[in-house]
């Protein structure tokens, strides 16, 4: 079965500060895609970053970047220079190729505090 | 339309009642899927769609859970019976043809039984 573990319940950093979310998963496929989601409390899901594991190079967005481990199946996304308005629920999620779904992590909470 | 339009936003019914959700996908999205995301933040992919045809229904309750996408006409979950545990947020995402890596969501809608 392919999974995706989040380890992290809940984080908390303070505002400009650097913070890392954690993410693994797990599959015997060569090709896949990779997400980020943010949902703020509106429940919007929003498209953060985007990595697909035949290109070695790491995403970025802005201050949003991401650190692939594909030996490690590991994807962690790095948020610099924090900001209120990143306080969230964030989702890692996985894309087997063929299969038109998406498969996500238990999610983590990030509280930016002033 | 340039977004994922969900109907109604919130649905609230009674035990045993049928509820009925709504999606529009993206004008020009060929794939429609249904995710439900339960109180307690973890998602689950219900069904897909490549035009009016099933994709996928891996994640169907098929005793109580049918949708259907036809021409024309909205996309659509229905629940039979609703119990308790059908009490989550259900989003509905689109894509292009060939690019289900790229979903876009809805806003959600949220059930509510009672």
């Known amino acids: 079965a392919q999974t995706v573990t989040q380890s992290q319940p809940e984080m908390s950093v303070q505002e400009a500060e650097t913070v890392t979310l954690s993410c693994t998963y797990d599959?015997?496929?060569?090709?896949?895609?990779l997400f980020w989601y943010k949902q703020p409390p509106s429940r919007q899901m929003i498209l953060v970053i985007r990595?697909?594991?035949?290109?070695?190079q790491n995403a970025t967005e802005n201050r949003f970047s991401v650190n692939f481990q594909k030996a490690a199946k590991s994807f962690s996304l790095k948020i610099s220079d924090s900001q209120l308005g990143d306080t969230a629920m964030y989702f890692c999620?996985?894309?087997?190729?063929?299969?038109?779904?998406?498969?996500f992590g238990q999610g983590t909470r990030l509280t930016i505090n002033p | 339309g340039e977004e994922v339009a969900q109907t109604p936003k919130h649905l609230v019914r009674g035990e045993g009642q049928k509820a009925k959700l709504y999606c529009a996908p993206i004008?020009?999205?060929?794939?429609v899927f249904w995710y439900q995301q339960v109180l307690k933040n973890e998602f689950k992919f219900l069904i897909s769609?490549?035009?009016?045809?099933?994709?996928?229904e891996t994640g169907m309750p098929k005793e109580r859970f049918s949708a259907k996408c036809l021409p024309n006409s909205p996309c659509s979950l229905e629940i039979q019976a609703t119990k308790l545990e059908d009490s989550a947020v259900y989003f509905c995402?689109?894509?292009?043809?060939?690019?289900?890596?790229?979903?876009?969501f809805g806003p959600g809608t949220r059930l509510t039984v009672t």
């Open positions: 995402a689109s894509s292009q043809f060939r690019k289900a890596y790229e979903q876009y």
């Open positions: 599959t015997s496929e060569n090709n896949y895609y």
């Open positions: 990595q697909e594991a035949y290109k070695q």
């Open positions: 999620a996985f894309t087997p190729p063929g299969a038109q779904k998406l498969v």
């Open positions: 004008k020009g999205h060929s794939y």
């Open positions: 769609f490549q035009n009016e045809n099933v994709f996928d």
